[in-house]
Nanobody, 127 residues
Framework: QVQLVESGGRLVQAGLSLRLTCTCS????????MAWFREAPGKGREFVAA???????SYADSAKGRFTISRENFNNTVFLQMNSLKPEDTADYYC?????????????????????WGQGTQVTVSS
């Protein structure tokens, strides 16, 4: 049973930074592609960022230049550093894990690629 636990979400003012953390229970964490998705009120879940086992990263256009995804395999942890936050970044942020194997760029951004999901952490950005 793979468990993902997110933390770090809170209320923050626009323009400031926040780092989200996701810890995975699986010993095989290093074999997982890890991603962050978000779901804003009244909207569907959308891709934010992902990092493959080979460290290749992928970002949504809305995240490029402001967000950074990184992983620590020795700690079974993935981070999402979010800078220059905007009110439109307000959402529940979800960590996801995939055993996708070899890198395939098109798969990184797809919700259906991911096998395991956390419960989410809430980020609210005030203007």
């Amino acid at each position: 049973q793979v468990q993902l636990v997110e933390s770090g979400g809170r209320l923050v003012q626009a323009g400031l930074s926040l780092r989200l953390t996701c810890t995975c229970s699986a010993r095989v964490f290093s074999t997982f592609t890890m991603a962050w998705f978000r779901e804003a009120p009244g909207k569907g879940r959308e891709f934010v960022a992902a990092v493959h086992t080979n460290e290749t990263t992928s970002y949504a256009d809305s995240a490029k230049g402001r967000f950074t995804i990184s992983r620590e395999n020795f700690n079974n942890t993935v981070f999402l550093q979010m800078n220059s936050l905007k009110p439109e970044d307000t959402a529940d942020y979800y960590c996801a894990a995939s055993s996708m194997g070899r890198f395939r760029a098109a798969f990184m951004t797809q919700e259906t690629t991911y096998d395991y999901w956390g419960q989410g952490t809430q980020v609210t950005v005030s203007s």
